[in-house]
């Protein structure tokens, strides 16, 4: 079902990215002349503080914004400048996304949640039921699947979350500041599971953040100051 | 999962939920009820009109009547001309769908009363044959014409109310009725008042006398008649019928014409008219404040799940997917909202119908109305899809806003 990133070739590429928005007469460069690449496997943090544009890279990379300047590229195809179909079609069987707020629809089940992911794919229904049980069980979640969001603690709302992004078999997911609703504790066991399925499935991981405890575990962190990268740093193998 | 999510949503916000359908509901029930209204009005009107005289359908020489429509007014000024006429009816009686035929002489002339006089418009007509097509009299005084055809001497006559009043006579007194013959000379014949009746309408009460069918032959010197009226044994098969006696009259010469009752009915076109008028009206207004009132509550529950629609859209929702959602809540809304309003009339329609409400006579007619409310099934359904349309409308303006979100912009959306 889901294409994985050729072998040799970056799953997620900026050459000299950037991207500016107008505030009235005002344009404002939220991040300028990004290149980096990001190969299949990697689990990437992209640090640095507020407004230093980690969210509006992450929105480039992921194929959810276009690059005012420069080209963002996916598995070798330009996203930047495709077709809102095939970014929509990109987003939808090959990236999987969490948020910082989970971003949960309310009036679905866990199970529903993450099995809307499938449905979007067109699996059929009895293919939908175990896929998404057996996602629910990775994240630790299977005895909560019929439980809505409001229902559900911040760490079990981000471990659906998690499903939801990991249920189609994605080859990246992109995560934006996945920890900063969770105490510390529940953060530590998120960022397990991340490391964990990043290292079971190959998965690329994206995550955006300025929570130390996962910038001080990744294996690479792309420093983020003022729109542009400050550091590029790999910390062992990935 | 796309109808079921939708269904969720619709739920979300209960109270402003509740008061769409509350809206939905009022509004089906008005139509249902207005519908069932004036569905029973067009029955009642149109059965009161059958088996007032018109009959369901009649066939006459297609020379006569000027066209107007009421065959009362459009034939009286001109002598009968239907010769032939027993031949012709025992052709059409002979047809399994119709119940009786009765022979009819439309007639013009004065009536006098001492020095009063008036000028009226009679039917001839054979009051057996009458009352076994269901023709029937409404009789305020005295009694019916007999149904054998009277001797010569022991001529009756039945009056309209307001022709009685105007004339200064009662059941029992002698007038004289003069009309022009079929030779084109006048006649005068002693009638004697057997009863007094009304047409439902007052104009026609002022107007109208009805004697035998004997009495006005022998008072014109002619066997003929003007018409030929025809009963059925079912309403709904009139056009058909009507189409078969036309082919079955067509070789007759001089030709004859078949006409059913609605083609020679004016008043009732154009109360039916005015009805449809009305209902279109209602509708109208009933529809605009739905689609308002629902197109408000899609706004806002669009606005407060922009970051929701952003969430669905980086995931590879399109926007052709988000606007079917939208439009499956209105459907779903549509059909909740309308279904309850269906209950709620069938109840209220049962409740009228039980109690009997009279109400004040219709403008032109003389007896007061029951209120009645007659809803077919099939009307429910329509009520529903009618407000499903409506609902999928006022889905129009949260649509657009829909397809120009843009992703970043509705996840930062608070």
Known sequence: MTARATAGVPVFEARGASKTYQQGAITVSAVSDISLSIAAGDFVVLAGPSGSGKSTLLNLLGGLDRPSQGSVSFAGADIGASSEADRVALRRDRLGFIFQAFNLVPVLSAFENVEYALWLTGQPRAERKARVMKALDDVGLSHRASHRPDHLSGGERQRVALARALVHDPVAIVADEPTASLDSHTAADVLMLFRTLNEARGTTFLVATHDPSIVAVAPRVIRLVDGRVASDTRVGPS | ?414
């Open chain 2, 1 to 414: 999962m796309l109808a079921a999510l939708a269904l969720r949503n619709l739920f979300r916000n209960r109270r402003r939920t509740m008061l769409s359908m509350v809206v939905i509901g009022v509004g089906v029930v008005s139509l249902l009820l207005t519908l069932g209204f004036i569905r029973y009005s067009f029955d009642g009107l149109s059965d009161a009109i059958i088996r007032g005289g018109l009959a369901h359908l009649e066939v006459a020489p297609a020379s006569v009547g000027d066209g107007t429509g009421n065959p009362i007014i459009d034939r009286a000024g001109s002598p009968p001309a239907f010769h032939g006429w027993q031949a012709v009816r025992d052709r059409i009686e002979s047809r399994a769908d119709v119940q009786a035929t009765s022979a009819a002489v439309q007639l013009a002339g004065v009536l006098l009363n001492g020095d009063r006089s008036m000028a009226f418009m009679g039917a001839a007509v054979e009051p057996a044959r009458q009352r076994s097509m269901g023709i029937a009299v409404k009789l305020r005084a005295g009694e019916a014409l007999p149904d054998d055809a009277p001797v010569a001497g022991d001529d009756r006559v039945l009056l309209g109310v307001d022709l009685a009043r105007a004339l200064h006579v009662e059941v029992g007194d002698s007038i004289v009725a003069m009309v022009g013959t079929a030779a084109g000379t006048l006649n005068a014949v002693d009638l004697t008042v057997a009863g007094i009746f009304t047409t439902g309408l007052q104009e026609l009460d002022a107007r109208m006398a009805q004697m035998h069918l004997a009495t006005a032959q022998r008072l014109m010197g002619t066997d003929d008649v003007t018409s030929l009226l025809v009963g059925l044994k079912d309403r709904a098969a009139t056009e058909t019928v009507a189409r078969a006696i036309r082919e079955d009259v067509a070789t007759i010469t001089p030709a004859l014409t078949v006409a059913d009752w609605e083609s020679r009915a004016p008043f009732y076109r154009q109360v039916r008219g005015l009805y449809i008028g009305i209902f279109v009206f209602l509708g109208t207004i009933i529809g605009l404040l739905v689609c308002l009132s629902a197109s408000n509550t899609f706004q806002m529950s669009v606005l407060e799940r922009v970051r929701e629609f952003g969430t669905l859209l980086a995931m590879g929702t399109d926007r052709g997917q988000l606007a079917r959602l939208v439009v499956l809540e209105a459907v779903w809304l549509g059909v909740i909202g309308g279904a309850i309003g269906s209950i709620l009339a069938a109840i209220i329609a049962f409740t009228i119908n039980s109690i009997g409400i009279q109400m004040p006579p219709p403008p032109a007619a003389v007896d007061p109305l029951t209120l009645l409310v007659l809803i077919k099934p099939t009307d429910f359904l329509y009520a529903i899809v009618f407000m499903v349309v409506l609902l999928a409308i006022a889905t129009v303006p949260p649509i657009l806003k829909i397809l120009r979100l843009q992703v970043v912009e509705a996840l930062s959306h608070v």
